[in-house]
C-alpha cells in the first residue's frame, strides 16, 4: 500500500458491471483508504475474540462499509439498502501448509472446500442416519414436517423462512467483502467461488419453482440430508443436480489446488461484491499468516416491508432478513407476502439490481431473436 492511495470512484464502470453480470461477482479495486482499514485491523488484532467467523459491531468495522464509498456504489448498482449494523470479521488462520506437498493437497488432512449459497439449514443433523431410517423418514426430506420455528444445529439459518413451509432457503442481494490484508498470492485462504455459477443456481430455484416447490433443501432435486461418515448426514451440501449445471470456469495456478474454484485476489482496501445465488466458500489457509476479511450482506429496499428499519433483523449479517436473526416471526401486512417475495428475487435476481438493468437487457437480447 502506497502513500498515494488511488481511490476508486463511487461507481462501477461499464467494464466493472460486465464482469459482475458474467462472474456474478466484481473486485472494487482501492474502494477502502488505509485510514479506515488500519483501524479496523487494530480493533480486530487486539481482540482475540475475532480468531474465526464472528460478528463485529465495533465502530471501526462497520465504518468499512457505511463510511466508504460502498454504500453510494451499491446504491447506483443494486438500489437503496438499509445500511449494516453489524458486519463479520472472517479470519482464517494460518497452520495447514503441511497439506500441500509439492503439488499435491492432502484431503485427508484438510478437506477439500466445496461451495455453498448463503441461507439454508447447515451443518450435521442432530439425529442419526439409523434413527431417520428407522422412523420410516428419508434424508431428502427429513424436517419437511419439523417446527417452522426451528433453527439450524449451529443456531445459523432457519430449517424454514415461513410458517407454511414453502422456502426452505433464507437470501439477500449482494455479499460484499473488504479485504484487510494482502491476499494476492493464491493459496491464502481466499474467498473462493464457482465464477459465473449464478445463473445456474437461479434457473435451480426456478425449476424447483416450476415443480411445486419448496424451494430449498428438502425440495425438487435438493436431498436435506446427505450421509456422511458411518451413521450420520449432514444439511448445507449443495445439491448435485444444480451443481452439475455450473459453467465449468477454471483458475489454475500452481500455488492453488482447487482449480474449479477462483479466488479472489485482492490487496487491503479491496473490495467485492456477489450475487447471493454465487456458490461460494473460504479456502484453507496455506501461507504463514492469517487471512482478514470483513462481510456484510445486503438486500435491496423492498418498499412494501415494514421491517426495513427493524434492527431485530440484524441487517449487515442477516441471511434470513423475512425473520428476525434470532428466528422470531415478524408480522407483516396482509398486501405484502416477504416469503413470495423472496422466491421471486431469488428466481429473478437481477430484477433487484437497477444499475444493472440495461447490461442486463442487452446481454439477454442476445439470446432472443
Ligand atoms: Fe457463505
Known amino acids: 500500500m502506497t502513500d498515494s492511495f488511488d481511490q476508486h470512484p463511487p461507481r462501477l464502470s461499464e467494464d466493472e458491471k460486465q464482469r459482475l453480470y458474467r462472474d ?28 474465526g467467523f464472528t460478528n463485529n459491531s465495533h465502530t471501526s468495522t462497520i465504518d468499512l462499509y ?34 500441500v506437498v509439492g503439488n499435491h493437497f492432502d484431503e485427508k488432512k484438510v478437506p477439500r472446500p466445496a461451495t455453498h449459497v448463503d441461507g439454508g439449514w447447515a451443518g450435521l443433523a442432530p439425529v442419526k442416519r439409523s434413527e431417520i431410517e428407522a422412523a420410516g423418514l428419508d434424508l431428502h426430506t427429513w424436517g419437511s414436517d419439523g417446527d417452522p420455528q426451528s433453527m439450524g444445529p449451529a443456531g445459523g439459518a432457519p430449517l424454514w423462512q415461513d ?11 449482494a455479499f460484499v467483502g473488504v479485504c484487510l490484508n494482502d491476499q494476492m498470492q493464491p493459496g491464502k485462504g481466499q474467498f473462493a467461488f464457482r465464477r459465473g455459477a449464478h445463473e445456474a443456481v437461479e434457473a435451480f430455484f426456478n425449476m424447483q419453482r416450476r415443480e411445486g416447490g419448496p424451494i430449498g433443501g428438502g425440495g425438487p432435486g435438493w436431498p436435506r440430508l446427505v450421509p456422511v461418515g458411518e ?3 449432514m444439511a448445507g451440501i449443495m445439491p448435485k443436480a444444480m451443481e452439475a449445471t455450473y459453467p465449468d470456469t477454471r483458475f489454475e495456478h ?19 461484491i456477489t450475487l447471493h445465488a454465487l456458490p461460494h466458500t473460504a479456502t484453507p489457509n496455506l501461507s ?7 462481510y456484510y450482506r445486503v438486500r435491496r429496499t423492498r418498499e412494501e416491508n415494514p421491517h426495513e428499519q427493524n434492527r431485530k433483523i440484524g441487517w449487515g449479517v442477516s441471511d434470513h432478513a423475512d425473520r428476525a436473526l434470532n428466528g422470531d416471526f415478524l408480522d407483516y401486512p ?12 431469488l428466481c429473478d435476481h437481477w430484477s433487484e439490481w437497477d444499475g444493472m438493468a440495461d447490461i442486463v437487457e442487452k446481454e439477454r437480447s442476445k439470446h432472443r431473436s
Open 66 to 99: 457505511t463510511e466508504s464509498i460502498l454504500p453510494e456504489l451499491i446504491d447506483e448498482v443494486m438500489g437503496p439498502h438499509t445500511r449494516p449494523i453489524t458486519g463479520f470479521v472472517a479470519l482464517t488462520p494460518p497452520g495447514v501448509s503441511d497439506a
Open 163 to 173: 410458517p407454511h413451509r414453502t422456502v426452505a432457503i433464507g437470501s439477500f442481494t
Open 334 to 345: 396482509d398486501h405484502y407476502n416477504p416469503y413470495q417475495t423472496s422466491v421471486d428475487k
Open 254 to 272: 500452481e500455488d492453488w489446488p482447487w482449480p474449479e474454484l477462483t479466488p479472489a485476489l485482492m490487496e487491503e482496501g479491496d473490495a467485492f
Open 288 to 294: 504463514s499468516d492469517s487471512r482478514i476479511n470483513v
Open 24 to 51: 456474478g461477482m466484481v473486485i472494487v479495486r482501492h474502494a477502502i483508504p488505509p485510514s479506515m482499514t488500519q483501524a479496523a485491523l487494530e480493533v480486530i488484532n487486539a481482540n482475540p475474540e475475532n480468531k
Open 231 to 233: 451413521d450420520s448426514a
